[in-house]
């Protein structure tokens, strides 16, 4: 039975150590997402977090091993229960084969408290119900940040600053605007983290006897450029007070209605989705994009041609 299992460790590791050097031969895969992110995700606190797992076990398909779904949070290490419910302690969740599955939900929630929750799915060749060293895993953190969404986010003034409201009042909404939206700083060590305060970038632009850039960041004026204007542009019939970064692709669409094309790709461990609006004969283009489910882009008045929008979604 040791040489069996020492044999089977060995197997496995053998073939997980080729899947790291060849990616691209490799049909095992595993993987635990939170709202569609790897790795590194933040979520607000009044805001759906969807925990799933999936699983492609490629020549390990039938090996019996111990399933292993932990939370470590604040207040405690938690397990996954067959039931669907998540209870205290390091216990085993599952024992049996391999299989393949897409993505399964494991959790769907709101409200949770703020801090930073890791949650590990594991799979243990050796079924004895202890996670031995020699497991093969993945892991999500999430931060659950401090602040919560108001319940509609769009049409607020709130969502500006006092100087970017005057500018609204003074000038009129823009003819071009970009806005931008960061959640990400530095610590100490040099590490990424998620900040509790959101930065804001925005970029106005008006095309009236001359072309005016005005840049603001987190509400706070930063410079104004002027240079020749161009020929008019067809106006945007959205204003920046419209956008803040609690909105998901569900007020996106109420707010602009569907978009003419839709790209999805995951990179650096975290989903982002395009939504491209195209121009018609009394709206200008516009460009969305979300980052693991909540908006981290937008760009209002032209949009760029992605080469995958080329081809799936021309300019008219």
């Not at 216990?91 to 049996?96: A, E, L, R």
């Not at 084969?97 to 709101?110: H, K, M």
């Not at 067809?234 to 569900?250: D, G, H, I, N």
Request: aromatic share 12%; charged share 20%; hydrophobic share 40%.
């Amino acid at each position: 039975m040791v040489i069996h299992r020492c044999w089977t460790i060995f197997l496995m590791c053998l073939v997980f150590s080729f899947m790291v050097i060849e990616p691209v031969f490799a049909r095992e895969y595993m993987a635990i997402k939170a709202n569609n992110g790897q790795r590194q995700v933040m979520a607000m606190q009044n805001k759906p977090l969807d925990v799933t797992i999936e699983l492609e076990s490629g020549i390990f398909r039938g090996l019996s091993a111990d399933w292993w779904l932990l939370a470590e949070t604040d207040v405690g290490v938690f397990h996954y229960s067959l039931d669907g419910s998540w209870a205290p302690g390091r216990t085993v969740s599952y024992q049996g084969p391999l299989f393949d599955f897409p993505a399964f939900p494991v959790l769907s929630t709101n409200g949770l408290p703020p801090g930073t929750y890791k949650i590990r799915f594991a799979l243990d060749a050796v079924v004895d119900g202890i996670l031995n060293e020699n497991n093969f895993s993945d892991e999500v953190d999430v931060t659950i940040v401090p602040f919560t969404c108001p319940e509609n986010p769009t049409d607020s003034l709130t969502a500006l600053s006092s100087i970017q409201q005057r500018f609204l009042t003074t000038r009129g909404n823009p003819d071009i605007f970009m806005v931008g939206f960061s959640s990400e700083e530095l610590d100490s060590n040099g590490q990424v983290v998620f900040s509790e305060n959101i930065r804001r970038i925005d970029s106005w632009v008006y095309n009236n006897t001359e072309m005016a850039t005005i840049v603001f960041d987190s509400g706070h004026f930063v410079k104004e450029t002027t240079r020749e204007a161009v020929s008019p542009l067809l106006a945007t019939p959205f204003s920046p007070s419209q956008f803040t970064y609690c909105m998901t692709k569900e007020d996106i669409v109420a707010l602009m209605g569907q978009p003419s094309c839709t790209l999805s790709e995951e990179m650096g461990g975290r989903s982002y989705e395009y939504l491209r609006y195209n121009p018609t004969q009394d709206r200008a283009a516009a460009m969305v994009v979300l980052e693991n489910g909540l908006l981290t882009n937008v760009t209002a008045g032209f949009t760029l041609d992605y080469p995958d929008f080329s081809t799936q979604c021309p300019l008219d």
